[in-house]
């Protein structure tokens, strides 16, 4: 996480924050709840919500609960084009959707990743596009291996007085794995059903990392590991 500039706008802050809360709740969600999920004044949420309501990027039901309005949906349709990131990564994704195994594209925000698709073996490759909310990064190949491009400094302040999933020894074990990954180039997550996880992250300044998971993955690793890093050579050039 970025230190604040010097003169931080605090209401443009807050209103990202609400607008990002509501974005990640599966159901329209009341002001004072949201409030009390952001440590928030109850009217100072209330305020936001309906400058964001006016602005289209809240929408408000006939219980007083709000959810995504339509300009998101058009900020994020516009996002995707503009980025490219998507197009240019779906040859890649579909070929190493043929490993019989999960592929995923995802970004980091904050202590979260946030999965662009997410297609389950098996299954149309277009089916994982948006079918996946957030997830804890430090439960996340795709997180581990974004979050070791950070330096230790900015892994302590994004996780000061939090709980981190997977680390119940706290900084000091996910210091410790996040330098593994940076030597290793790419992040590896085993899980108790007998699969594996495998991240790289796309460039050289990354905002997105490609991962394949599942039982295949831990069943032929090396050969895994090897078509997921030259596929994703590719796609950074």
């Known amino acids: 996480m970025k230190s604040l500039p010097a003169q931080p706008n605090q209401s443009l802050i807050d209103g990202l924050a609400c607008l990002q809360t509501i974005a990640t709740i599966a159901s329209p969600v009341g002001s004072r709840e949201l409030a009390r999920q952001l440590g928030m004044e109850p009217t100072r949420a209330n305020r936001l919500l309906k400058t964001l309501a006016h602005l289209g990027l809240t929408t408000q039901d006939a219980k007083?609960?709000?959810?995504?309005?339509?300009?998101?949906?058009?900020?994020?349709?516009?996002?995707?084009?503009?980025?490219?990131?998507?197009?240019?990564?779906?040859?890649?994704?579909?070929?190493?959707?043929q490993i019989d195994a999960i592929v995923a594209l995802g970004v980091l925000w904050n202590d979260q990743v946030s999965y662009l698709c997410h297609a389950l073996p098996g299954r149309p490759l277009e089916e994982g596009i948006g079918r996946f909310g957030v997830f804890p990064a430090t439960q996340s190949s795709i997180g581990m291996a974004l979050l070791a491009r950070k330096k230790d400094a900015e892994i302590r302040v994004l996780f000061k007085g939090k709980e981190i999933p997977n680390y119940g020894s706290g900084l000091t074990g996910l210091i410790r794995d996040l330098n593994i990954?940076?030597?290793?180039?790419?992040?590896?997550?085993?899980?108790?059903?007998?699969?594996?996880?495998l991240a790289v992250p796309v460039g050289e300044n990354p905002i997105?990392?490609?991962?394949?998971?599942?039982?295949?993955?831990?069943?032929?690793?090396?050969?895994v590991l090897q078509s997921l890093t030259q596929s994703v050579a590719g796609l950074a050039h």
């Open 64 to 97: 007083s609960k709000y959810a995504i309005g339509p300009a998101i949906h058009v900020l994020s349709a516009q996002t995707l084009f503009a980025s490219g990131l998507l197009q240019r990564a779906l040859p890649v994704l579909r070929a190493l959707h």
């Open 181 to 197: 990954v940076r030597r290793q180039g790419y992040a590896g997550v085993d899980d108790s059903n007998g699969g594996a996880s």
């Open 208 to 223: 997105s990392a490609i991962a394949v998971s599942g039982t295949a993955v831990r069943r032929n690793r090396a050969d």
